[in-house]
């Protein structure tokens, strides 16, 4: 008895050691949590967020909202992994459905060229 208990526990420590080095595939999981947020965001109305100011050498947005945030769709497999400092990571790839970009500022600079 003692014999199938120890095995069963190193079985579990290898299983949990091998966790936290491997990433664990986790599509179900994102596809619940993303769900979750479509419907909460229908009650509380949240379906817009504010983005970052971004300047580029020809571009310049300011004071943007992205709406519709809801639609986010889960574009590839999404992987969870435990790093050895109790970080976890989530990754993988997203994209938008249907979606607005409000801009309060928007500039666009064309250089111009003599030929």
């Not at 580029?56 to 769709?73: F, P, Q, S």
Request: aromatic fraction near 12%.
């Amino acid at each position: 008895m003692n014999i199938i208990i120890f095995y069963c526990l190193a079985v579990l420590a290898i299983a949990n050691s091998q966790a936290a080095t491997q990433p664990i595939l986790w599509n179900e999981q994102i596809d619940f949590l993303l769900m979750w947020f479509d419907y909460a965001s229908g009650i509380g109305n949240l379906t817009t967020v504010r983005i970052p100011d971004m300047v580029t050498d020809k571009i310049t947005i300011r004071g943007a909202k992205l709406e519709n945030v809801a639609t986010l769709i889960r574009d590839s497999d999404v992987y969870m992994e435990e790093s050895k400092m109790d970080e976890i990571k989530i990754y993988g790839n997203f994209k938008l459905g249907k979606f607005k970009l409000m801009v309060n500022d928007f500039r666009l600079l064309f250089l111009n060229h003599l030929y």
